[in-house]
């Protein structure tokens, strides 16, 4: 099975803290994610990465950071937390987009990042 | 710019109950996902349908894809309550490598 796993459930952080989320994948995936999920809101797309040091702006980048290393790690980083970015984090990871049936795109997620900046 | 819109973004069902949730996109896309959140928890992946035409079953869910209409249906089948969730559909945007989610339908089946 493919696995996924973010390194804290739960976090607390004040106000003007560096926060570092970290995620590492088990299936040698090119592609990986960071979403913040908010009520109402559904999944936002705040970084992407394709390759090893490769990386691109998703939909709501202000505020983050990210750093890929290595393949299977993806870390996303609040340089400064602010209480706005209070939400639930999910990393996720994937193979390149293919075509026809049989190939492996969705996405695999981690089990959440729940963050509480106070 | 890209959008996927789900229909309704709330259910309430009875038990036994047939109902479908519908999924739109406002792009050409060939492959769309869908996945169940239980409260929490993460997403779950349930579907993936690869081009038109492509149909898929899960025990009593069911999803379709139409990609001339850039429609996916999810059809649920006589619910339980163990379908209570939420339920996203997402596209993979040709050409890129992002999924764009929808907004999802929470669904709660009463016993």
């Known amino acids: 099975d493919v696995k996924v796993t973010q390194s804290s459930r739960y976090l607390v952080k004040r106000t003007g803290e560096k926060v570092f989320l970290e995620c590492v994948q088990d299936?040698?995936?090119?592609?990986m994610f960071w979403y913040r999920q908010d009520p109402g809101l559904g999944l936002r797309l705040i970084y992407f990465s394709y390759d090893v040091k490769m990386k691109e702006k998703g939909d709501i980048p202000e505020g983050y950071s990210v750093s890929r290393e290595k393949k299977e790690r993806f870390s996303l980083i609040l340089e400064s937390a602010s209480t706005n970015q209070t939400s639930m984090y999910l990393c996720a990871s994937s193979f390149p987009g293919g075509s026809g049936e049989g190939a492996n795109t969705e996405a695999f997620f981690g089990q959440g990042t729940r963050l509480t900046v106070v | 710019e890209l959008k996927v819109e789900q229909n309704p973004l709330f259910l309430s069902m009875q038990e036994g109950k047939n109902y479908t949730i519908y999924c739109n996109y406002s792009t050409t896309s060939d492959r769309l996902y869908w996945y169940r959140q239980d409260p929490g928890k993460s997403l779950e992946s349930l579907f993936v349908l690869l081009s038109n035409g492509a149909v898929k079953q899960e025990g009593r869910l069911m999803a379709s894809l139409d990609t001339k209409a850039r429609l996916s249906t999810l059809h649920i089948t006589a619910a339980v309550h163990d379908l209570s969730a939420t339920y996203f559909c997402?596209?993979?945007?040709?050409?890129?490598?992002?999924?764009?989610f929808g907004t999802g339908t929470r669904l709660k089946v009463l016993a």
């Open positions: 299936m040698d995936h090119e592609n």
């Open positions: 997402a596209v993979d945007t040709s050409g890129t490598y992002k999924y764009i």
